[in-house]
């Protein structure tokens, strides 16, 4: 294990983020599936209430200013040019819509529930993702 | 009911990425960097998170209905299309140019507004061309 990776940090984030999302299904039927409730939340898609999109979609920074507050400074840090981040989100918000899903939808919540669609999705974005990084560091894009 | 139900699991949702180290695309990036200097920090996070939700899957199944709707809403497990894999494709693309993916960066707006605000709004265009491009054309 190299000595800048956070198993202990991330298995106890994961519980937790694996705990919201099972809150969200048991107690309100849906997936906690970020891009379909950031899409809902702002009218630009279909599925649940407004007002609960709206509301988990405003707990997310919430939840991470909490954190920050009672644990001191989190590291967010941003290095690439701010082009190359809007074209990441472009991307991110066009794929994500197109596949009904994203890390926390399909790499959560489906793959738990041994979705085929979930399990292929998963496979195919860490796949295209590590292909990219690869790709822009051969090509000497990378940040 | 349902706001609440919403807002609970945005926060915990939201703080367990603080916790994780997601809200650092740098961090995200390193777990994509698989032939460079790779971070297996995000395998840690998917693994730990898929724990609660296989005993939530196992718990919904005993269940008639969630306990604030008459039904549970679920999509289905089965067709593989041509438009899940093209888009999951793009989706990994964007993943890998930005460090990001929709959860950590509305989370990290708390922490990084302006970095946030650019990467969500591009998001939200994105959002929105699938949503016009999907919508059946209105005839006259």
């Known amino acids: ?143 | 009911m349902r706001t609440v139900i919403g807002l609970a699991s945005g926060l915990l949702f939201g703080a367990g990425l603080a916790v994780s180290g997601m809200l650092d695309p740098v961090r995200v990036r390193g777990f994509l960097d698989l032939f460079g200097v790779w971070d297996p920090t995000l395998a840690f996070v998917m693994g730990g998170a898929m724990i609660p939700m296989a005993i939530a899957w196992l718990v919904q199944r005993r269940m008639a209905a969630p306990v604030a709707d008459a039904d549970f809403h679920l999509p289905d497990t089965n067709p593989i299309t041509p438009r899940l894999l093209g888009g999951s494709a793009l989706f990994g693309i964007g993943w890998g140019l930005g460090g990001l993916c929709p959860g950590p960066a509305l989370a990290a707006f708390a922490i990084n507004p302006a970095a946030a605000a650019v990467f969500t709004a591009a998001m939200a265009v994105g959002f929105a061309i699938v949503w016009a491009l999907d919508r059946p054309p209105v005839h006259a």
């Open chain 1, 1 to 143: 294990m190299p000595d800048y990776a956070m198993p202990v940090q991330g298995l106890i984030g994961g519980l937790m983020i694996g705990t919201a999302a099972a809150i969200m299904l048991l107690g309100a039927g849906r997936i906690a599936g970020v891009s379909g409730m950031a899409a809902r939340a702002i009218g630009l898609g279909g599925g649940a209430p407004r007002t609960l999109a709206l509301a988990f979609i405003i707990g997310l920074p919430l939840g991470a200013a909490l954190v920050a507050w009672l644990a001191g400074p989190i590291l967010s840090r941003f290095p690439m040019s701010m082009a190359m981040l809007a074209v990441a989100g472009l991307i991110v918000g066009i794929g994500t819509r197109l596949g009904s899903g994203c890390t926390s939808g399909h790499g959560v919540c489906g793959m738990s529930r041994l979705s085929k669609r979930s399990i292929v999705a998963t496979c195919t974005f860490m796949a295209t993702g590590f292909a990219t990084v690869a790709i822009v560091n051969a090509v000497g894009g990378g940040w």
